[in-house]
């Protein structure tokens, strides 16, 4: 008992239980803090958890460096180095108190900040708000996943259109699962009070249903049912469940949305079972954008209306879908023929349920890709918000049309409201980012960037506009790079962009060689074909000769581009393909061709209502004049761009120094003053004194 009395006593004399607890108090301190502020530095969510276990590894060595060394006037000495009569332990351990006392009371202002100031759960304003999570298929066929994923779709739609009830949408959920450990945690990440839970076993037309609600705050559940049913009957299911909810959240539910509830979109299994298929394809097309699965979805959605030409929600999701595949000109696409077909069935959806949010939304997508109609597309998607006022899509669809009109207050502002409707949906996130890139909020928009690649490190979209967002910023190609993780071949070709900046041409060749040739890559997502960027790399090098092989490769598909554009493809497709066909000219020795396409192309987006589109299509004709040693014609549309109040997403002025594409007006006077209007970045002029070699003067 002695020694233990003495070695305790010489904890406390050395400050060890002082140093331990002020470790501690800082520890707890720092943990709120990067809780707080993880999601505003696009943290990932374990951030905190991998520091407290940090924070516990070091603390046995803390502990160590407290009984050993012992703070003087001199800094820390070994403690058997110090003599008795010059100690100052008590001195500091006053200071120590002082310190303890610090640490935990900005750890408890932290707490309450957190817990009373900005609640996170988003629970304390209403109790009315419910998340679906995606349910667990028990079935042995696991090819019938899409069922599954159609039975949770289909209950949160009957959800949604309870004007009362705030619904987060499938996209934020399907991160999660069923039976998620944390429910409380699950809640509080997407701004919910409750969760909905459920299981499904399909086994030939039975199936049985298993759901149920669970309020998170509590962690009780508030009412779980099992249906054992025919599969003609799984409508009344979701009625059911769906007026369940209602009643146990109390909810006072319109007569028409009590009609709703007990209204089938179709009476047919068999165009039910189509229609769920469906719409598995078309929300794995909508992930990046990928057209193969969205056009997969087409045969099961018509083969729905077939069975029942009254299936009005089949006839709205197929409307938009057909609207989309020709607003993305996808490769083999009649685009006037969809955009017709489009327009035919959204207005059926709603001549045959005008109170069909859905019908709504198609027709705003027909008003807005295929009309170019923003007044009448404002209308529609107004009309569905009125008829399911949570309805985040909605907004968001809003918000891009905004954008088109260059109304970007507005459009932020819906785009705002779409996130926080739907916090953890990384589409809507991305979206709002490069919104704010437009109006050269970079900081915020890398943020956001950020925060949609930590719910979401495979979302090829947030990972391309958080590099454009770090180009046009900083102009810093290098640290831009170092950002693109992953093999999708979008992610290829901005390797190869920040290589070009980089001057690094051969590895870019390289790099841009080794992307399969895909019409839905290149000449519809990206507006050139690969042929024609591998000569402009050539051209950068030096190698005449290789650039004039690969224009020439190039040239056959871009008049053919051209031609079918000029016969009734999209106003999309006819600025790219004359575009294209300019560098092409011009890359071949045929200037003066080459400008002639250029005045005409910019006279034709001059023309258009869409000042989103028309600062990128402007950027490119600045750079066929750059390309052309016409500084004249180059330097007024760059000035447009860069000055314009929604060109941010297109162009930053840090790239003027980096960019190979006005080497040929580097040092024109008109393009010296152009550059001498806006500071330079220190990134882009470290990228500027990179420059070793110059296009050269054809």
């Not at 309870?162 to 997407?190: H, I, Q």
């Not at 009309?371 to 907004?395: E, V």
Request: proline share 4%; with cysteine; hydrophobic share 45%.
């Amino acid at each position: 008992m002695g020694k233990a009395k003495r070695f305790l006593g010489e904890l406390a004399r050395r400050n060890v239980w002082r140093a331990g607890l002020l470790y501690v108090g800082a520890a707890w301190a720092l943990a709120q803090g990067i809780a707080q502020l993880a999601p505003a530095l696009g943290l990932p969510e374990v951030a905190t958890r991998w520091f407290m276990v940090a924070a516990a590894i070091g603390f046995p060595f803390w502990v160590a460096f407290a009984w050993f060394y012992e703070l003087t006037p001199q800094g820390f000495r070994r403690e058997r180095k110090v003599a008795p009569d010059a100690s100052i332990t008590r001195s500091t351990g006053r200071k120590l108190d002082f310190a303890i006392i610090g640490v935990l009371a900005v750890a408890v202002v932290l707490l309450l900040t957190d817990r009373v100031v900005r609640p996170r759960d988003g629970i304390a304003a209403s109790a009315k708000s419910i998340a679906v999570l995606p349910f667990e298929n028990l079935s042995d066929d696991k090819g019938g996943e899409y069922f599954v994923v159609g039975m949770q779709d289909e209950i949160l739609t009957r959800l949604a259109n309870f004007g009362d009830l705030k619904v987060v949408s499938r996209t934020s959920t399907e991160k999660y699962r069923s039976n998620a450990e944390n429910l409380r945690k699950v809640g509080r990440e997407l701004g919910v009070a409750t969760i909905v839970e459920g299981s499904v076993q399909r086994a030939g037309d039975k199936v049985r249903i298993a759901v149920q609600l669970i309020d998170v705050r509590s962690d009780s559940h508030l009412w779980a049912q099992t249906y054992d049913r025919e599969m003609s009957d799984v409508f009344a299911v979701q009625s059911d469940v769906a007026g369940r909810i209602a009643s146990a959240l109390k909810l006072t539910l319109q007569p028409e949305e009590t009609q709703a509830l007990a209204r089938a979109p179709t009476a047919d299994p068999v165009a039910y079972d189509l229609f769920l298929r469906a719409e598995y394809l078309a929300n794995r097309g909508n992930v990046n954008l990928d057209v193969e699965p969205m056009r997969q979805s087409l045969a099961p959605y018509r083969q729905a209306i077939a069975r029942d030409p009254s299936f009005a929600l089949a006839l709205a999701r197929l409307s938009r879908m057909q609207s989309l595949l020709a607003w993305l000109d996808a490769d083999g696409i009649d685009v006037d023929a969809f955009t017709a077909e489009a327009r035919t069935n959204a207005e059926r959806a709603r001549e045959l349920n005008p109170k069909l949010a859905d019908a709504f939304i198609a027709l705003g997508f027909s008003d807005y890709w295929g009309r170019r109609d923003y007044k009448a597309a404002l209308a529609s998607f107004a009309t569905a918000q009125r008829l399911r006022p949570n309805d985040a899509g909605a907004m968001a669809a809003a918000g891009y049309v905004y954008r088109r009109q260059g109304r970007m207050a507005d459009a932020i502002g819906k785009l705002e409201e779409a996130v926080g409707h739907d916090p953890r949906n990384t589409r809507f996130l991305s979206d709002l980012a490069q919104s704010y890139m437009m109006v050269r909020r970079y900081a915020d928009a890398e943020a956001a960037f950020r925060r949609a690649l930590a719910l979401d490190p495979e979302n090829v979209q947030a990972q391309t506009y958080l590099v454009f967002s770090i180009l046009n910023h900083t102009g810093d190609a290098a640290r831009a790079l170092a950002v693109v993780h992953g093999d999708h071949p979008q992610l290829a070709l901005l390797r190869v962009m920040c290589l070009t900046y980089l001057r690094r041409y051969g590895e870019a060749i390289a790099a841009l060689e080794a992307v399969p040739d895909s019409p839905d890559l290149f000449e519809n997502y990206y507006g050139s074909p690969k042929a024609l960027q591998i000569g402009f790399l050539h051209e950068a090098m030096g190698d005449a000769g290789e650039a004039r092989r690969h224009y020439a490769l190039a040239e056959g598909n871009v008049r053919r581009a051209l031609a079918e554009a000029d016969a009734g493809g999209s106003r999309t497709m006819l600025v790219n393909a004359r575009l294209s066909l300019a560098e092409i000219e011009n890359g071949l020795g045929r200037t003066e061709e080459a400008l002639r396409l250029a005045a005409g192309t910019q006279a034709l987006v001059d023309g258009f209502d869409d000042e989103y589109s028309a600062a990128l299509w402007t950027l490119s004709n600045a750079g066929l004049y750059g390309s052309a040693a016409r500084a004249d014609l180059a330097v007024p549309l760059l000035a447009r761009v860069l000055d314009a109040p929604n060109g941010g997403l297109a162009y930053g002025p840090v790239l003027l120094r980096i960019d190979p594409t006005w080497d040929r007006i580097r040092d024109d006077p008109r393009f010296v003053a152009l550059l001498q209007k806006y500071p330079a970045a220190s990134a882009a002029e470290a990228g500027d004194r990179q420059r070793d070699t110059a296009i050269p003067t054809r």
